[in-house]
């Protein structure tokens, strides 16, 4: 009966790490679950306490990661602070919509992230008197800093949930 649960945490895992390229807390979905897992089935010794330490420390890890991508994408390409912070309201914004206008599973999504995040920029940095050119190109940069730090975190999650899916099997 225990691998039959462990099945379905690793299949509940698998469907939370698709989340992250949602813009969505996956990652933590899978380490709650985890945690969750562990604490129920603590006297079958399916989880060691160093596991729950290490996918915890990934989650955070892709967490810093990710926020520091985009915030460094629009950054380095000379963007205001607060055109850095409205890159990540426009890359959670245009992942949702980028979700339904390009159908196109996970590509939509993150195609939607990145342009949401560059057109924030562009917008804010424009409408405060900034010439169209270091617009774009402020744009781009929190563009391809969005998309750096959405393909971390999502490697992270992959990391976690290859990590959670062994030590569930591992006797």
């Known amino acids: 009966m225990l691998y039959l649960w462990s099945t379905i945490l690793i299949l509940l895992n698998a469907v939370c790490l698709v ?21 129920w089935r603590w006297d ?20 810093l990661l990710e926020f520091f991508a985009g915030l460094a994408g629009a950054k380095k390409s000379g963007a205001s602070w607060p055109g850095s912070i409205v890159a990540l309201f426009g890359a959670v914004t ?36 900034k010439k169209m050119d270091r617009s774009l190109r402020f744009a781009v940069g929190a563009g391809l800093g969005e998309f750096l730090g959405i393909t971390t975190k999502f490697a992270m999650g992959i990391l976690i949930w290859l990590i959670v899916a062994v030590a569930a099997f591992w006797p």
């Open 94 to 129: 245009g992942a949702l919509l980028g979700t339904f206008l390009i159908p196109v599973p996970f590509l939509g999504t993150l195609l939607g992230a990145c342009l949401g995040a560059g057109l924030c920029v562009w917008g804010l940095e424009f409408s405060r008197g």
């Open 19 to 39: 989340l992250v390229v949602f813009g969505l807390p996956g990652n933590w979905l899978i380490v709650t679950a985890t945690c969750l897992f562990a604490w």
């Open 44 to 63: 079958d010794g399916v989880f060691s306490i160093y596991t729950l330490i290490a996918v915890i420390a990934l989650a955070v890890l892709g967490e």
